[in-house]
Protein backbone atom coordinates (compact mmCIF):
# COMPACT_ATOMS: atom_id res chain seq x y z
CA UNK A 1 0.00 0.00 0.00
CA UNK A 2 3.11 1.99 1.03
CA UNK A 3 4.13 2.14 -2.62
CA UNK A 4 0.61 2.95 -3.74
CA UNK A 5 1.39 5.94 -2.22
CA UNK A 6 4.69 6.85 -2.91
CA UNK A 7 3.82 6.28 -6.45
CA UNK A 8 0.77 8.67 -6.55
CA UNK A 9 2.42 10.89 -4.67
CA UNK A 10 5.95 10.98 -7.47
CA UNK A 11 2.87 11.28 -10.16
CA UNK A 12 1.54 13.89 -8.33
CA UNK A 13 5.23 16.06 -7.95
CA UNK A 14 5.58 15.10 -12.12
CA UNK A 15 2.39 16.83 -13.29
CA UNK A 16 3.22 19.97 -11.18
CA UNK A 17 6.77 20.10 -11.91
CA UNK A 18 5.89 19.89 -15.74
CA UNK A 19 2.76 22.53 -15.14
CA UNK A 20 5.55 25.09 -13.65
CA UNK A 21 8.15 23.74 -16.36
CA UNK A 22 5.42 24.92 -18.68
CA UNK A 23 4.18 28.21 -17.30
CA UNK A 24 7.83 29.46 -17.23
CA UNK A 25 7.89 28.69 -21.02
CA UNK A 26 4.56 30.81 -21.43
CA UNK A 27 6.22 33.73 -19.28
CA UNK A 28 9.51 33.37 -21.41
CA UNK A 29 7.81 33.62 -24.60
CA UNK A 30 5.86 36.26 -23.77
CA UNK A 31 8.68 38.15 -22.37
CA UNK A 32 10.46 37.57 -25.99
CA UNK A 33 7.32 38.69 -27.69
CA UNK A 34 7.75 41.94 -25.69
CA UNK A 35 11.14 42.14 -26.81
CA UNK A 36 10.41 42.17 -30.68
CA UNK A 37 7.52 44.73 -30.58
CA UNK A 38 8.36 48.46 -32.22
CA UNK A 39 6.47 51.47 -31.99
CA UNK A 40 5.22 51.12 -35.04
CA UNK A 41 4.04 47.90 -34.16
CA UNK A 42 2.03 48.96 -30.73
CA UNK A 43 0.63 52.16 -32.81
CA UNK A 44 -0.82 49.65 -35.76
CA UNK A 45 -2.21 47.65 -32.67
CA UNK A 46 -4.28 50.42 -31.45
CA UNK A 47 -5.13 51.55 -34.84
CA UNK A 48 -7.02 48.10 -35.42
CA UNK A 49 -8.40 47.98 -32.02
CA UNK A 50 -9.89 51.29 -32.93
CA UNK A 51 -10.98 50.31 -36.70
CA UNK A 52 -14.88 50.48 -36.10
CA UNK A 53 -14.45 53.85 -33.59
CA UNK A 54 -14.79 56.89 -36.37
CA UNK A 55 -13.51 58.73 -33.77
CA UNK A 56 -11.03 56.64 -32.82
CA UNK A 57 -7.59 59.13 -32.42
CA UNK A 58 -4.41 58.05 -31.10
CA UNK A 59 -2.69 61.37 -29.35
CA UNK A 60 0.97 61.19 -29.84
CA UNK A 61 3.87 63.77 -29.39
CA UNK A 62 6.60 64.57 -31.93
CA UNK A 63 10.15 65.70 -31.33
CA UNK A 64 9.66 68.91 -30.16
CA UNK A 65 6.67 68.96 -28.04
CA UNK A 66 3.56 69.30 -30.37
CA UNK A 67 0.72 66.57 -29.70
CA UNK A 68 -1.23 65.40 -32.47
CA UNK A 69 -4.35 63.88 -32.76
CA UNK A 70 -4.22 60.95 -35.03
CA UNK A 71 -6.36 58.10 -36.56
CA UNK A 72 -3.94 56.06 -38.69
CA UNK A 73 -5.08 54.48 -42.00
CA UNK A 74 -1.65 53.35 -43.08
CA UNK A 75 1.30 52.51 -41.98
CA UNK A 76 4.48 51.79 -44.70
CA UNK A 77 7.98 50.76 -43.53
CA UNK A 78 8.70 54.10 -41.36
CA UNK A 79 5.74 56.13 -41.73
CA UNK A 80 2.03 56.21 -40.89
CA UNK A 81 -0.47 58.35 -42.67
CA UNK A 82 -4.01 59.28 -41.62
CA UNK A 83 -6.50 62.03 -40.15
CA UNK A 84 -4.92 64.52 -38.27
CA UNK A 85 -7.73 66.22 -35.30
CA UNK A 86 -7.16 69.33 -33.59
CA UNK A 87 -3.84 69.05 -31.13
CA UNK A 88 -4.91 69.22 -26.86
CA UNK A 89 -4.07 72.68 -26.67
CA UNK A 90 -7.80 73.07 -27.87
CA UNK A 91 -6.90 75.34 -30.74
CA UNK A 92 -9.75 73.72 -33.06
CA UNK A 93 -7.35 72.72 -36.20
CA UNK A 94 -10.01 71.35 -38.92
CA UNK A 95 -9.41 67.27 -39.37
CA UNK A 96 -6.39 67.04 -42.54
CA UNK A 97 -4.13 64.26 -44.05
CA UNK A 98 -1.08 63.93 -42.47
CA UNK A 99 2.38 61.87 -42.94
CA UNK A 100 4.12 61.17 -39.66
CA UNK A 101 7.73 59.80 -39.92
CA UNK A 102 8.00 57.31 -37.16
CA UNK A 103 11.15 58.14 -36.09
CA UNK A 104 9.41 61.60 -35.40
CA UNK A 105 7.44 59.92 -32.85
CA UNK A 106 8.85 61.10 -29.17
CA UNK A 107 6.17 58.99 -27.30
CA UNK A 108 2.17 57.58 -28.10
CA UNK A 109 0.38 58.61 -25.31
CA UNK A 110 -2.88 56.43 -25.10
CA UNK A 111 -5.55 56.67 -23.11
CA UNK A 112 -5.99 53.70 -19.98
CA UNK A 113 -8.62 51.98 -22.83
CA UNK A 114 -5.42 51.97 -25.90
CA UNK A 115 -2.72 50.54 -23.26
CA UNK A 116 -3.83 46.91 -23.40
CA UNK A 117 -4.86 46.48 -27.20
CA UNK A 118 -1.19 48.46 -27.87
CA UNK A 119 0.39 44.89 -26.64
CA UNK A 120 -1.61 42.46 -28.50
CA UNK A 121 0.59 40.27 -30.75
CA UNK A 122 1.08 41.62 -34.28
CA UNK A 123 -0.60 39.06 -37.49
CA UNK A 124 1.55 37.34 -39.61
CA UNK A 125 2.94 40.10 -42.31
CA UNK A 126 0.46 41.19 -44.68
CA UNK A 127 1.34 41.33 -48.04
CA UNK A 128 0.26 45.17 -48.54
CA UNK A 129 2.43 46.58 -50.36
CA UNK A 130 2.44 49.89 -48.85
CA UNK A 131 4.32 48.23 -45.40
CA UNK A 132 6.96 48.04 -47.53
CA UNK A 133 7.66 51.61 -48.66
CA UNK A 134 9.34 54.03 -47.22
CA UNK A 135 9.07 57.95 -46.81
CA UNK A 136 10.81 59.34 -49.78
CA UNK A 137 8.42 57.32 -52.16
CA UNK A 138 5.06 58.68 -50.09
CA UNK A 139 6.71 62.29 -50.57
CA UNK A 140 7.33 61.68 -54.28
CA UNK A 141 3.94 61.07 -54.60
CA UNK A 142 2.66 64.25 -52.91
CA UNK A 143 5.33 66.06 -55.32
CA UNK A 144 3.74 64.10 -58.25
CA UNK A 145 0.13 66.07 -57.34
CA UNK A 146 1.81 69.01 -56.63
CA UNK A 147 -0.29 68.93 -53.40
CA UNK A 148 0.07 72.16 -51.07
CA UNK A 149 1.59 70.73 -48.10
CA UNK A 150 2.24 72.05 -44.72
CA UNK A 151 5.95 70.70 -43.74
CA UNK A 152 6.62 70.96 -39.76
CA UNK A 153 10.20 70.47 -38.97
CA UNK A 154 12.45 70.36 -35.26
CA UNK A 155 12.84 74.37 -36.93
CA UNK A 156 9.14 75.06 -37.43
CA UNK A 157 6.45 75.10 -39.96
CA UNK A 158 6.39 76.30 -43.56
CA UNK A 159 3.74 76.43 -46.39
CA UNK A 160 4.39 75.54 -50.07
CA UNK A 161 4.67 72.31 -52.47
CA UNK A 162 7.21 69.70 -52.67
CA UNK A 163 9.72 69.94 -55.96
CA UNK A 164 11.57 67.24 -55.54
CA UNK A 165 12.66 64.19 -53.13
CA UNK A 166 15.85 62.99 -52.84
CA UNK A 167 16.68 60.37 -50.74
CA UNK A 168 17.65 62.01 -47.76
CA UNK A 169 15.99 65.54 -48.13
CA UNK A 170 13.35 67.10 -49.97
CA UNK A 171 13.01 70.87 -51.89
CA UNK A 172 10.48 72.80 -50.89
CA UNK A 173 8.67 75.56 -52.87
CA UNK A 174 7.75 78.01 -50.20
CA UNK A 175 4.38 79.85 -50.77
CA UNK A 176 1.15 81.06 -48.92
CA UNK A 177 -0.82 78.01 -47.33
CA UNK A 178 -3.48 76.20 -49.62
CA UNK A 179 -2.17 78.57 -52.77
CA UNK A 180 -1.23 76.62 -55.67
CA UNK A 181 2.58 76.70 -56.51
CA UNK A 182 3.12 79.66 -58.97
CA UNK A 183 6.77 80.61 -59.81
CA UNK A 184 5.71 84.22 -59.29
CA UNK A 185 3.93 83.77 -55.66
CA UNK A 186 7.35 81.90 -54.10
CA UNK A 187 8.69 83.46 -51.22
CA UNK A 188 11.86 81.05 -51.77
CA UNK A 189 13.25 77.38 -51.73
CA UNK A 190 14.07 75.23 -48.80
CA UNK A 191 16.20 71.57 -49.00
CA UNK A 192 15.03 70.17 -45.75
CA UNK A 193 17.00 67.01 -44.65
CA UNK A 194 14.36 64.51 -43.69
CA UNK A 195 15.94 63.65 -40.57
CA UNK A 196 14.29 66.90 -39.67
CA UNK A 197 10.69 66.66 -40.63
CA UNK A 198 8.21 65.75 -37.97
CA UNK A 199 5.17 65.94 -40.24
CA UNK A 200 3.39 66.90 -43.39
CA UNK A 201 0.00 67.96 -43.57
CA UNK A 202 -2.41 68.18 -46.52
CA UNK A 203 -5.90 68.12 -47.75
Known amino acids: MRWD ?41 IARSEEDDAGGFIRIELHGGRTLALRPQVFGRDWVSGASGAPSDGSGQAVTQCVVPIAAIAAI ?5 QLAPSLEPVPE ?32 ETHGT ?17 APRRESSLHGYRVVPLSRVLVIDFR
Do not use: K, N, Y
Not at 8 to 14: H, K, P
Not at 166 to 171: G, S
Open 5 to 45: LLFDDLESQIDQDQRDEERALAIEEERLRLGRLTLRDRLAA
Open 109 to 113: LPTRA
Open 162 to 178: IDRVARDHIDLAVHEAG
Open 125 to 156: ASARIAERIGLPFVLRDLCRRRTPVRLSTLDG
